[in-house]
C-alpha cells in the first residue's frame, strides 16, 4: 500500500426512508456527526468539506453545520455520483497536503416534498424539456436502444432487480424487503417503455456521510480504514447530435481507476453499482469491462450479481433498487455499502468472504442526455 | 401544418436566445433548421454558435429535409404537468436524413406500433403563446 494513499475512516448511511418531520439540513447534520463517530473523529478534527445538491450552496452548509478553520472546500456538482467523485477529490487533495480530514455530506426529501432537487436548466432546456421528458423515458431510451442492437431481453433486465431484492430481505432498513422473481419485475405495469416499475429504483429520503482521511490520521486511528486505491471520472454527452445510449462514462472512468489501483477485474471481490434502473447496471457493467459490450444481459442471469457466492456480489444493501436512493442521488450509498462489506460489516447473509477490493461506481445525470460516471476502487488493510 | 394523432400533447412556450431565435421562428413557418459548420462539414444539433467539434464560429444554418428514422423511441405512460393528461406519448431520438440525432416525440394513435429504424417526417405545433413552434414527427 503507498503511504500517500488516503483512506476512509467512517461512514453513515441516515436510517431513515421518510423523513417528513426534519428539514433536509438536519439530515446533513445527522449524517456528519454519524460518520464522524464511525470514524472516532470530532468535528475540530475536519479540514476539508464536501457537498453537492440540496440544501444550497457549499457555504450555507459550512455555516449550518458550524465548521471551522477550513483548508479546502468542494462543491463539484455532477448528480448522483458527486459523492463517489468527492472521495476522489478529497484523496487528491489530501495528497497534495490540502486538508487531513475531509467530511462529505449529502441529504434530501423528495418522497416528503415532491420536487425537492431537480437540476437546474442548460442550454438545451428548450431542446429537452420541451418534449416531455423525465428520467424513467430518458433511460428507456437507452434501454430500447441496447435491446434493439444487443438483443437484451426484459427478463435479463429483471435479473439485476431480483439479485438486489434478495440482498435486501436481509437490510431492515430497505424500502423494499420481499425478494421478486424475473416474473414479477416483467409483468409489473410499464412506466416507459420498455422499462418496468420494478425496473425503477426507489424514491427515499435520507443521506449519508463519509470520512476521508490522511494516511498519517488513518494510522493515527483505532479503527480499520479502507484505502481509496483509485479513482476515475468522466462525462459523457449528446455529442452534438452523434449520441449513442448503448454505452456509459463508465468506458472511460472505469479504466482509469482500475489503472491507477493497479487491479484488474479478478481482483474485484464485490461491485457497489449504481442502480437508478436496471438498464443503468447493465450497461455498466459491459463498460467497466465485466463482460463484453452486449453481453451484460447474459452477463446478469444465473444468479452473478448474488452475493455472497456470485462471480460479482453487488448492491449487497438493497441498493438503489431496493433499499435507499436518498435525494435522486444514489452515489453515497454505493461509497458506504462497499465499505462495510471491505471491513466484513455487512449484513452476514450477503457478506462476501475475505473481501479485499471493492469498487464503487456512480452515475449521475441521464443516460439519455449527459452523464458523468465516477468509478473508486477502495481496499487493503490499514 | 398537420396535427396529425398530436392533438393531445402540450406545446409549451420556448425561451429562445440569440443563438437559437432562428430555430423556432423556421419552426413557427413549418421548416427545420439544423446548422453545419463550414469548417468541418458536420450538422449538429441542438443549434449553437460554435460547432461542438473544433469550436469555429463559421457556422450556418440549412433547412434539413425533415426526413429521417427511429434510432430509440418510448411510450412514456406516466409524467408530471404539463404531460400528465397526455399519457401515453412518445418521446424518440429520430436520427434526420442530414445525420443529427434528434430529441423528440412521434405522434401517432398507435404508439405500440413504432419501431426502431422506422421512417418518420416532422410536423410543426404552434406554441401555446402563438410565437414558436415545436418541431415533431409523424410516421410516413
Ligand atoms: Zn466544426
Known amino acids: 500500500m503507498a ?204 443521506g449519508g456521510a463519509v470520512v476521508v482521511v490522511s494516511p498519517e490520521v488513518a494510522d493515527d486511528l483505532d479503527r480499520d480504514c479502507v484505502s481509496v486505491l483509485g479513482h476515475g471520472e468522466a462525462v459523457k454527452h449528446h455529442d452534438a447530435g452523434d449520441i449513442d445510449l448503448t454505452y456509459t462514462g463508465a468506458v472511460e472512468s472505469g479504466p482509469r481507476a482500475f489503472e491507477e489501483a493497479g487491479i484488474t477485474h479478478d481482483d474485484v471481490d464485490y461491485a457497489s453499482i449504481y442502480d437508478s434502473f436496471t438498464i443503468t447496471v447493465v450497461e455498466t457493467l459491459e463498460d467497466l469491462g465485466f463482460c463484453e459490450k452486449g453481453e451484460g444481459g447474459e452477463f446478469v442471469e444465473g444468479g452473478t450479481l448474488k452475493a455472497p457466492d456470485g462471480e460479482l456480489p453487488f448492491n449487497t444493501d438493497g441498493g438503489g433498487l431496493c433499499n435507499n436512493h436518498p435525494a435522486n442521488r444514489g452515489g453515497m450509498p454505493k461509497i458506504i455499502e462497499t465499505v462495510r462489506q471491505l471491513r466484513g460489516e455487512a449484513n452476514e447473509e450477503v457478506q462476501v468472504p475475505d473481501a479485499e477490493i471493492g469498487l464503487s461506481h456512480g452515475t449521475g445525470g441521464s443516460l439519455g442526455t449527459r452523464m458523468t460516471s465516477t468509478t473508486l476502487v477502495l481496499g487493503g488493510d490499514r | 401544418m398537420s396535427d396529425a394523432g398530436a392533438g393531445d400533447l402540450p406545446s409549451p412556450d420556448v425561451s429562445p436566445t440569440p443563438e437559437t431565435e432562428k430555430y423556432w421562428a423556421a419552426a413557427a413557418e413549418g421548416r427545420l433548421l439544423v446548422m453545419r459548420c463550414a469548417d468541418c462539414d458536420r450538422f449538429y444539433h441542438p443549434p449553437r454558435a460554435r460547432c461542438p467539434d473544433c469550436l469555429s464560429e463559421n457556422t450556418e444554418w440549412t433547412e434539413a429535409s425533415g426526413e429521417g428514422e427511429i434510432y430509440a423511441h418510448s411510450v412514456t405512460r406516466q409524467m408530471g404537468p404539463p404531460y400528465h393528461e397526455a399519457t401515453p406519448y412518445v418521446v424518440a431520438y429520430v436520427e434526420l436524413e442530414e445525420g443529427p440525432r434528434m430529441l423528440t416525440n412521434v405522434v401517432t394513435d398507435d404508439p405500440e406500433a413504432l419501431s426502431v429504424g422506422q421512417s418518420v417526417e416532422a410536423v410543426f405545433h404552434e406554441t401555446e403563446d402563438g410565437e414558436y413552434a415545436i418541431p415533431r414527427f409523424r410516421p410516413v
Open chain 1, 3 to 206: 503511504d500517500h494513499t488516503a483512506a476512509i475512516a467512517g461512514v453513515y448511511e441516515h436510517p431513515t426512508r421518510e423523513a417528513p418531520d426534519k428539514s433536509t439540513a438536519q439530515l446533513h447534520g445527522d449524517v456528519a456527526v454519524g460518520a464522524l463517530e464511525d470514524a472516532g473523529l470530532e468535528k475540530g478534527d475536519v479540514d476539508g468539506y464536501f457537498t453537492a445538491g440540496r440544501p444550497g450552496r457549499v457555504m450555507s452548509m459550512v455555516d449550518y453545520l458550524g465548521l471551522q478553520d477550513l483548508e479546502y472546500v468542494d462543491s463539484t456538482d455532477v448528480g448522483g455520483t458527486s459523492y463517489v467523485s468527492h472521495v476522489g477529490h478529497a484523496a487528491a487533495a489530501i495528497a497534495e497536503g490540502k486538508c487531513e480530514v475531509a467530511l462529505i455530506t449529502m441529504a434530501g426529501r423528495p418522497r416528503s416534498r415532491s420536487g425537492d432537487g431537480g437540476p437546474p436548466s442548460g442550454p438545451q432546456a428548450d431542446f429537452e424539456e420541451t418534449y416531455g421528458i423525465g428520467t424513467v423515458n430518458m433511460y428507456a431510451l437507452a434501454a430500447r436502444r441496447h435491446m434493439h442492437e444487443h438483443g437484451t431481453t426484459a427478463e435479463q433486465l429483471a435479473e439485476v432487480r431480483v439479485a438486489a431484492s434478495e440482498h435486501a430481505q436481509y437490510n431492515e432498513d430497505a424500502m423494499f424487503q420481499d425478494p421478486v422473481t424475473v416474473e414479477d419485475v416483467v409483468e409489473s405495469r410499464l412506466v416507459s417503455d420498455p422499462l418496468h416499475l420494478l425496473d425503477c429504483c426507489v424514491v427515499s429520503d435520507g
